[in-house]
């Protein structure tokens, strides 16, 4: 009886062996599936001849989202309005964190053109996933020419125009700013002085950013905003803050105003001393732009499933469109494949059971400062106090063996616990790189109005396509895929 009943142990051994082999292997193939439809989403997004950089230009956006709502019904996805958790904000409220210029919009706008008539199927299907704003936008879709002593500059590679910058066309004076202007009281008093009326005065990146600022997420108005005595700006970055003279300094997009003079951003080719530029620039302020976040849910499955909490998942589907008529900016890696990523994640839970609801949410105007988070945040479709975390998913096509994420205090539980994950994993990250919260994604928005709140990106090899019209699909890769979906997928699987 005692040699029987070792027989029957030694059965069940093997037989729980087997059934966690062929899990595993189940497992396996669903990833696997859920990585190519990973790359297929980011090519998709990033064609330029369909969505245009996924800004209104050509109504790229639009078509972006009207995918992306495509893509969540296939897989079960609902309205996050239609959640148990959901409540229907009173009004338009601005983030008590930022003096938004964030308007309220009276309709769905661009989108009629895709939804149709209210209570068509088309408008059914659609609608609900949208929380619609608006905010003024500039944009440059013309001519877009510089040349600087009788040699064409080419954009994107040897300048960048700042958002920001009205139409200008002409011949000016180069000068460069004495080091001594670099302070609160002389940089605009000594610019606006009329020495500059017919000029374009050199401004040292590094020195500028000396000047004390009262919001870090405006740089450029508080100094450059008065300046309606001066031809234009050049923004020089000397201090080589990348490896290559190709990646112009980091920026966010600030398009929702103008200043009063062309600003333009160079790097470490611009000549130093440089006599006189030729300009032709057309910009066109579009009021009263109406924008779009896509708001999805999909409910917790099994026994256990929750109904007074959720994770929440952030990617913003947004990009920066073009920067004159032949410079399209495709997105691939930013953000196109935090977008795939959330998507390949709603593809993977359709089948797999989870007992914590999920919100996903696909932001615009990222690219404008942040904009569509700022307003979700304030005036969320799940009460943010229902959310147990914010998970952003921003540039994350890349190849690094190291995870960059950000969290605070009161998030410092997240990091921990993917961390446990990855090092538990046979080819996890080689490692985490944690900084505080920063504004350089939506989660920003989320963490100060006290949600716990990280981001990941993969920051590797293709990072100096960032925010050029080299960020293409064939600059992605599906290297860290597995890593990421090993990672969150158990994150959330553990509640």
Request: glycine letters at 6%; one cysteine or more.
């Amino acid at each position: 009886m005692k040699r029987v009943k070792i027989v029957y142990m030694a059965l069940a051994a093997l037989l729980a062996v087997s059934c966690t082999a062929i899990k595993e292997k189940q497992e396996m193939k669903k990833m696997e599936a859920c990585r190519e439809y990973y790359a297929q989403v980011i090519k998709e997004l990033s064609t330029d001849s369909i969505y245009w950089g996924r800004n209104n230009y050509n109504n790229g956006d639009i078509k972006a989202a009207k995918y992306i709502i495509d893509q969540l019904v296939g897989f079960g996805g609902v309205p996050a309005s239609q959640s148990p958790m959901a409540v229907v904000p009173e009004g338009v409220e601005a983030h008590p964190a930022y003096k938004s210029p964030v308007l309220p919009y009276d309709g769905i706008g661009r989108w009629a053109s895709v939804a149709g008539e209210e209570g068509s199927i088309e408008y059914q299907k659609y609608v609900p996933f949208l929380q619609t704003f608006s905010f003024d936008l500039n944009v440059m879709r013309g001519a877009m020419s510089l040349i600087v002593d009788g040699k064409n500059m080419v954009p994107t590679v040897d300048y960048i125009v700042k958002e920001s910058s009205p139409s200008c066309k002409g011949k000016f004076e180069i000068k460069y700013l004495d080091d001594k202007y670099y302070s609160q009281e002389e940089f605009v008093k000594h610019l606006n002085s009329g020495a500059y009326k017919n000029a374009f005065v050199v401004v040292d990146w590094a020195k500028y950013n000396t000047l004390p600022f009262e919001s870090r997420l405006e740089r450029y108005m508080p100094y450059l905003g008065p300046l309606d005595k001066v031809g234009g700006i050049i923004l020089k970055d000397d201090a080589g803050t990348y490896t290559t003279n190709v990646q112009f300094p980091y920026f966010k997009a600030r398009a929702y105003y103008l200043t009063p003079e062309p600003v333009l951003f160079v790097n470490g080719t611009f000549p130093s001393d440089a006599k006189e530029l030729e300009i032709e620039l057309e910009s066109e302020m579009i009021f009263k732009h109406d924008a779009h976040n896509v708001v999805a849910y999909l409910p917790g499955t099994g026994k256990n499933a929750k109904t007074d909490e959720c994770i929440t998942f952030i990617a913003h589907y947004d990009h920066l469109g073009a920067m004159g008529a032949e410079n399209i900016f495709p997105g691939a890696n930013d953000n196109a494949s935090g977008v795939a990523m959330l998507l390949s994640f709603m593809k993977y839970w359709q089948e797999t059971e989870h007992s914590m609801p999920l919100q996903f949410i696909f932001l615009d105007s990222e690219e404008a400062n942040l904009l569509g988070a700022f307003y979700n945040a304030a005036n969320p479709i799940i009460p943010l106090e229902k959310i147990k975390c914010i998970l952003d998913c921003d540039m994350v096509g890349d190849n690094g063996d190291i995870l960059n994420c950000q969290c605070e205090e009161n998030g410092r539980w997240i990091i921990d616990a993917l961390k446990k994950i990855n090092d538990e994993s046979e080819d996890g990250f080689a490692d985490f790189a944690i900084s505080p919260v920063d504004d350089n994604s939506d989660h920003y928005a989320y963490q100060l109005a006290g949600v716990p709140s990280t981001y990941f990106e993969t920051k590797g090899e293709f990072y100096d396509h960032y925010h050029t019209p080299r960020d293409t699909y064939e600059h992605t890769t599906t290297y860290n895929y597995h890593r990421l979906f090993n990672m969150l997928t158990k994150f959330v699987n553990s509640f």
